[in-house]
């Protein structure tokens, strides 16, 4: 049976089968097909796959505690209840507003689909710590992690560790003392971060280095796509790829993302190993930025590169030269053909900037009051660097509202069940898939929502 393998390990897999056929009198063609359907409709990158929970128990947030995992009694009902589960799950929530976490929420149990899309009135934010994903087979969409100062720690707002097979989609993270928005560590691979808005690092805030307002380091010896995410205040690394040392370094995808109000080098690389695609990105300074000339910096010889369709507002006319935004272009390799890197559908550069500043973030089920100061800042030339989340009047209050009745408790409201052909009584329906394409009838209700 034809198997579809995630990001360049099926390209490995081409190499070797195609070596072996050279054995045989007929080569057949390799054809890579689904094991199941995309994490969600519309997925890309080399996360794209990803299963989340899908199939297991659907998981409810009742309310809006937390506590400290080994210190406190466990609250049933929280996130964090949730997350720390066994076995596949879907987290539906049935309540909005803020999550003040006691300390930080790491997903160490795999399978496990977070739907933040489900929540009534403006949806939920998480407070006071950071968030990670430390496990296998995670789907994160349209939630809000906003740490701010509060916890007096270096932290990131959402971060992705030694993990694989993960998305995060439609995400908004800001106000972090150290990195927004990362996937680090060895072995963590088939990762996407896509349509997320990574916003507002705390610049001269609690890191013991002293300004520290960075966005994305992406550390690692997997395959990795960052596509249409919205990067603004940051003083740098927008991105920073790289690895710890590993061999074979990262292979990096960085598509139709827009960048704003960096203050110097945008994006760099360092001196450890890095493949990437910098492709159709839209740069736009703000009034931080210092550097004005150039997208991103090349740190040494084992920074391999392909760039094309790049735009940088004031800068050189990148058409007839892509490299002329690319800071010492001579020190790494210039690749004159795209990496072969998981699917991304591209469009150029402003149309990308568009359509990031139109759907990126947390959007459902409404976008909140930072996310809309931010993107109005990116489209007046406004805004700045901050160092503390007061500068900009700190978190906003969320509206509640009733979640819609669901009287058998499979995370699906009963008139979608009924316009659906379901049984509003039967809790059982919501992990089974009734028109056959792979999704259950539980993620058809939520990528129902999500669809826009």
């Not at 990001?7 to 190499?15: H, V």
């Not at 947030?61 to 799950?89: K, Q, W």
């Amino acid at each position: 049976m034809p198997v579809r393998r995630r990001g360049s390990e099926a390209l490995r897999a081409l190499g070797k089968l195609v070596l072996v056929g050279c054995l045989v009198v007929v080569l057949s063609p390799l054809v890579f097909a689904a094991d199941g359907p995309l994490a969600f409709p519309g997925a890309e990158g080399f996360g794209a796959d990803t299963r989340g929970g899908r199939g297991g128990q659907v998981i409810f947030v009742t309310n809006l505690d937390d506590y400290r995992p080994g210190r406190d009694p466990v609250i049933p009902g929280s996130l964090r209840a949730a997350v720390e589960a066994d076995g596949p799950r879907t987290v539906v929530f049935r309540v909005s507003g803020v999550i003040d976490l006691k300390a930080a929420l790491t997903i160490r149990k795999p399978f496990l689909t977070i739907a933040g899309q489900s929540a009534p009135g403006d949806g939920i934010c998480l407070r006071g710590f950071g968030s990670q994903v430390n496990a296998d087979e995670v789907i994160i969409r349209h939630l809000r992690c906003r740490p701010g100062d509060i916890a007096a720690k270096e932290l990131d707002a959402l971060s992705v560790y030694k993990a694989k097979n993960v998305i995060i989609d439609h995400c908004s993270a800001s106000w972090s003392v150290d990195e927004t928005l990362s996937v680090t560590g060895e072995g963590c691979t088939n990762v996407t971060v896509s349509w997320c808005l990574i916003t507002e690092s705390l610049n001269r805030s609690r890191h013991a280095k002293g300004e520290h307002g960075y966005g994305s380091l992406i550390r690692t010896d997997g395959d990795i796509t960052y596509h249409h995410n919205l990067y603004a205040h940051h003083k740098t690394r927008c991105p920073r790829p790289g690895t710890y040392g590993a061999e074979r370094g990262i292979l990096f995808d960085f598509r139709n993302n827009v960048i704003y109000d960096w203050v110097q080098n945008a994006g760099y690389s360092a001196e450890d190993r890095a493949t990437m695609n910098y492709v159709g990105n839209y740069l736009k300074p703000g009034p931080s930025t210092r550097d004005r000339k150039y997208a991103f910096s090349v740190g040494g010889a084992t920074t391999a590169m392909y760039v094309q369709g790049n735009v940088l507002v004031g800068g050189e006319n990148a058409s007839s030269d892509p490299w002329s935004l690319i800071s010492h272009p001579e020190r790494g390799v210039k690749a004159t053909e795209p990496y072969k890197t998981a699917a991304v559908a591209t469009q150029p550069a402003e149309v990308a900037f568009e359509q990031v500043l139109k759907l990126s973030g947390a959007t459902l089920p409404a976008r909140d009051a930072v996310d809309r100061r931010v993107v109005e800042q990116v489209r007046s030339g406004q805004g700045r660097i901050i160092d503390s989340q007061e500068d900009v009047g700190g978190w906003p209050e969320y509206k509640a509202s009733a979640p819609p009745a669901d009287r058998d408790q499979d995370g699906m409201p009963d008139a979608w069940e009924q316009r659906a052909g379901l049984n509003p009584d039967d809790a059982a329906d919501q992990a089974k898939d009734r028109n056959g394409d792979g999704y259950t009838n539980l993620e058809e209700y939520l990528n129902s929502l999500a669809s826009g």
